[in-house]
């Protein structure tokens, strides 16, 4: 997970758009696009963007070049969904993007795909197959397929992709770069070419997690015009746990892997344990079971309901394979789809007690690399076993986050996914990032409230498991200006009180910020014993937080310890 990507200067925005096209004539890679932008046109946009930072705007984006799927709209720009006959010129761009625009992004073109998103090979187009990055040999995986190569190929800064089966995560993972699928509906679909409405995530790309979260963070966020868009809720985490506890699949459940790519995640695992993060083997054949309904079930309706009555009057450009699939789903019952939603239900409700004591789920993100020759060969037998651990994801509303793993034997990338229960999406990318071994996760969840703490909440004290268990975000060490005393008082476990006494009456007394939710706040007010009580508190910084104080009366008849600067001073003094 490099910063940076390959080909494309970290330059001004007009350098960068002339190095993107050098490098686009310099890998000719023609099958990446379907539609390509005219370098004068992304020219202008680049000096609309230096025209805005001159402004005085803040662009978070500023210049990162953007690979877009064509199933999504960019307006002025044709929407095909890899289908030449379905093509329509797009007078809206889609929310997901244009929030990207907003922030400073320039759109080079819309990208090849497997077509109307239905595969994980990235050959079903007519466009032509997406051959890897670097072994042209072997499939791209799909059914991002171009937006991934771009990115791998450094012709992109951010890809931008769709997922329903694995899309957005399987490509990653041939690559060795980073996919975020985010919990669903959090990046509103408005825009999209549906493949299965109820279960279509826009997706992100990018050869580092930094840069993926920083542009999911962009997308990220209700949509009136989006029905399924969500907002985080007021209970979201905000952090994994120092010491995260990750689930692994039994041996039985990693039947499906090549030998190479079974070595490679048994590396994997190793090298994560060995990184502090806690694994424990789960069975996780319930997931396996409800992930065999999105194509073999009675789910694949949705697909008929979005283009089925279009590939039913048989356009030449329609793909055999995907015609065949969606096709198909026209004979399927309204009681095979209400049984099947029954099951999903029930499997979502046996997931969340398989994993109550984990933080997440770690898996291998597909099973095998294959050649463009044996998917031809084998283009639904291939298909469905590389989706073996992507499928079961947005059918049971679970957020993932695909990162490069141990690469295989012969050196070549192989990816796993940090998986976890619905707006659990902060915890996988603090997961991800420490198997990348990056000192810091980025943020894609920054809607909390800050909360000071100075006794036996702080990092290693012992109720600072409270704060983890509602996911609460390290956000520093701080000080109090000097209108504060510290007692300690007489409580099981022993903990301080903060008093103010007003300005130059006390001494500055250190502590800790956290960033906690909303509800997680009104948890610890509704559960708060006496004599502690939460009120605003004033840092040496000049800002003033919510913190954790005593009553007046419990610091009069404690031990004043103001002398000591801080709680865990006065417990090293007194041991």
């Given at each position: 997970?490099?910063?940076?990507?390959?080909g494309?200067q970290?330059?001004?925005?007009?350098?960068?758009?002339?190095?993107?096209?050098?490098?686009?004539?310099?890998?000719?890679?023609?099958?990446?696009?379907?539609?390509?932008?005219?370098?004068?046109?992304?020219?202008?946009?680049?000096?609309?963007?230096?025209?805005?930072?001159?402004?005085?705007?803040?662009?978070?984006?500023?210049?990162?070049?953007?690979a877009?799927?064509?199933?999504?709209?960019?307006a002025?720009?044709?929407?095909?969904?890899?289908?030449?006959?379905?093509?329509?010129t797009?007078?809206?761009?889609?929310?997901?993007?244009?929030?990207?625009?907003?922030?400073?992004?320039?759109?080079?073109?819309?990208?090849?795909?497997?077509?109307?998103?239905?595969g994980?090979?990235?050959?079903?187009?007519?466009?032509?197959?997406?051959?890897?990055?670097?072994?042209?040999?072997?499939?791209?995986?799909g059914?991002?397929?171009?937006?991934?190569?771009?990115?791998a190929l450094?012709l992109?800064?951010?890809?931008?992709?769709?997922?329903?089966?694995?899309?957005?995560?399987?490509p990653?993972?041939?690559?060795?770069?980073?996919?975020?699928?985010?919990?669903?509906?959090?990046?509103?679909?408005?825009?999209?070419?549906?493949?299965?409405?109820d279960?279509?995530?826009?997706t992100?790309?990018?050869?580092?997690?930094?840069?993926?979260?920083?542009?999911?963070?962009?997308?990220?966020?209700?949509?009136?015009?989006?029905?399924?868009?969500?907002?985080?809720?007021a209970?979201?985490?905000?952090?994994?746990?120092?010491?995260?506890?990750?689930?692994?699949?039994?041996a039985?459940?990693?039947?499906?892997l090549?030998?190479?790519?079974?070595?490679a995640?048994?590396?994997?695992?190793?090298?994560?344990?060995?990184?502090?993060?806690?694994?424990v083997?789960?069975?996780?054949?319930?997931?396996?079971?409800?992930?065999?309904?999105?194509?073999?079930?009675?789910?694949?309706a949705?697909?008929?309901a979005?283009?089925?009555?279009?590939?039913?009057?048989?356009?030449?450009?329609?793909?055999?394979t995907?015609?065949?699939i969606?096709?198909?789903?026209?004979?399927?019952t309204?009681?095979?789809?209400?049984a099947?939603?029954?099951?999903l239900?029930?499997?979502?409700?046996?997931?969340a007690l398989?994993l109550?004591?984990?933080?997440?789920?770690?898996?291998?993100?597909?099973?095998?690399?294959p050649?463009?020759?044996?998917?031809?060969?084998?283009?639904i037998?291939?298909?469905?076993?590389?989706?073996?651990?992507t499928?079961?994801?947005?059918?049971?509303?679970?957020?993932?986050?695909?990162?490069?793993g141990?690469?295989?034997?012969?050196?070549?990338?192989?990816?796993v996914?940090v998986?976890?229960?619905?707006?659990g999406?902060?915890?996988?990318?603090?997961?991800?990032?420490?198997i990348?071994g990056?000192?810091?996760?980025?943020?894609?969840v920054?809607?909390?409230?800050?909360?000071?703490?100075?006794?036996?909440?702080?990092r290693?004290?012992?109720?600072?498991?409270?704060?983890?268990?509602?996911?609460?975000?390290f956000?520093?060490?701080?000080?109090?200006?000097?209108?504060?005393?510290?007692?300690?008082?007489?409580?099981?476990?022993?903990?301080?009180?903060?008093?103010?006494?007003?300005?130059g009456?006390?001494?500055?007394?250190?502590?800790?910020?956290?960033?906690?939710?909303?509800?997680g706040?009104?948890?610890?007010?509704?559960?708060?014993?006496?004599?502690?009580?939460?009120?605003?508190?004033?840092?040496?910084?000049?800002?003033?937080?919510?913190?954790?104080?005593?009553?007046?009366?419990?610091?009069l008849?404690?031990?004043?310890?103001?002398?000591?600067?801080?709680?865990?001073a006065?417990?090293n003094?007194?041991?």
């Open positions: 997970m490099t910063a940076g990507v390959v494309i970290q330059d001004s925005p007009t350098a960068r758009v002339a190095a993107a096209y050098r490098r686009i004539a310099e890998v000719d890679r023609p099958e990446v696009w379907i539609t390509l932008r005219p370098e004068h046109e992304t020219a202008a946009d680049a000096a609309e963007v230096e025209r805005r930072l001159a402004a005085g705007e803040t662009l978070p984006l500023a210049g990162q070049l953007v877009v799927k064509d199933n999504i709209d960019v002025g720009l044709p929407t095909t969904a890899a289908c030449p006959e379905f093509a329509y797009a007078t809206v761009t889609a929310t997901s993007v244009a929030r990207l625009q907003a922030a400073g992004a320039i759109v080079l073109g819309k990208t090849n795909l497997d077509q109307f998103a239905t994980l090979v990235g050959t079903r187009s007519p466009y032509g197959a997406v051959r890897h990055a670097e072994h042209p040999e072997l499939i791209s995986g059914s991002s397929s171009g937006s991934a190569v771009a990115v450094g992109a800064d951010i890809g931008v992709g769709t997922d329903t089966a694995g899309s957005g995560r399987v990653a993972a041939l690559h060795g770069i980073v996919g975020i699928k985010a919990t669903l509906g959090i990046i509103p679909a408005h825009g999209v070419v549906p493949a299965c409405a279960y279509d995530a826009v992100v790309f990018a050869t580092d997690l930094d840069r993926a979260v920083a542009a999911a963070a962009v997308m990220a966020g209700p949509e009136a015009d989006d029905p399924r868009s969500r907002d985080w809720p209970d979201v985490r905000l952090a994994a746990p120092q010491s995260p506890r990750v689930a692994v699949p039994r039985a459940d990693l039947a499906a090549s030998d190479e790519y079974r070595d995640f048994a590396r994997t695992v190793a090298a994560v344990a060995d990184s502090g993060i806690e694994t083997e789960l069975d996780i054949s319930p997931l396996l079971e409800a992930a065999l309904l999105l194509y073999d079930g009675a789910i694949v949705e697909r008929y979005a283009v089925g009555r279009f590939l039913a009057t048989g356009p030449a450009g329609a793909d055999p995907v015609a065949a969606i096709g198909a789903a026209e004979s399927t309204g009681p095979g789809f209400a099947d939603l029954d099951t239900t029930r499997t979502r409700a046996r997931t398989l109550r004591d984990c933080d997440a789920l770690l898996l291998p993100t597909t099973t095998e690399h050649s463009i020759a044996a998917v031809q060969a084998d283009p037998g291939i298909n469905r076993r590389m989706g073996t651990y499928n079961f994801c947005n059918l049971l509303d679970m957020s993932a986050v695909a990162v490069p141990q690469p295989t034997a012969a050196g070549t990338p192989f990816g996914m998986v976890t229960p619905t707006f999406d902060q915890v996988a990318i603090d997961i991800a990032a420490r990348g990056l000192a810091h996760a980025p943020l894609l920054e809607d909390g409230v800050q909360l000071a703490v100075f006794g036996a909440h702080l290693g004290q012992p109720l600072h498991w409270q704060l983890e268990r509602i996911g609460a975000r956000a520093g060490e701080i000080s109090t200006t000097d209108a504060y005393r510290l007692t300690a008082l007489d409580t099981v476990p022993a903990k301080p009180g903060l008093v103010r006494h007003g300005a009456l006390g001494a500055p007394i250190l502590g800790e910020l956290f960033t906690v939710s909303r509800a706040l009104g948890g610890f007010l509704a559960e708060l014993p006496p004599p502690m009580a939460l009120t605003s508190i004033e840092l040496a910084d000049g800002r003033s937080v919510v913190g954790f104080a005593c009553t007046y009366d419990a610091a008849t404690a031990t004043d310890i103001t002398e000591f600067g801080g709680w865990k006065y417990l003094a007194a041991n």
